[in-house]
Nanobody, 124 residues
Framework: QVQLVESGGGLVQAGGSLRLSCAAS???????MGWFRQAPGKEREFVASINWSISSTDYADSVKGRFTISRDNAKATVYLQMNSLKPEDTAVYYC??????????????????WGQGTQVTVSS
């Protein structure tokens, strides 16, 4: 199976930046990858996604203009650059590998594999 290993989370002040990384191993495909997040007491929500050819990206309205998703296919790694962080961005962030034929990228049910999650805390 696929294993997704995340890193880069931590504590940052409001207005600061963090860069999350997700390294994939195992049996992988040239499929869409993404990031979701989950705050305490809330459901896991979509953050961003990117396809294999890096020709298509999607962002949640709450992060558009502040976050940037990217990938290095040679390294099988996906990144999430987070700028202008707000306290409301505090959550556990999860890397995701979508199903081969997924279209509804904002739904957790379209995800085949999840990372273990990395904590991002934004202080005010």
């Amino acid at each position: 199976q696929v294993q997704l290993v995340e890193s880069g989370g931590g504590l940052v002040q409001a207005g600061g930046s963090l860069r999350l990384s997700c390294a994939a191993s195992g049996r992988t495909f040239r499929v869409r990858m993404g990031w979701f997040r989950q705050a305490p007491g809330k459901e896991r929500e979509f953050v961003a996604s990117i396809n294999w050819s890096i020709s298509s990206t999607d962002y949640a309205d709450s992060v558009k203009g502040r976050f940037t998703i990217s990938r290095d296919n040679a390294k099988a790694t996906v990144y999430l650059q987070m700028n202008s962080l707000k306290p409301e961005d505090t959550a556990v962030y999860y890397c995701a590998q979508y199903r081969l034929t997924t279209t509804a990228v904002r739904l957790t049910t379209t995800v085949d594999y999840w990372g273990q999650g990395t904590q991002v805390t934004v202080s005010s």
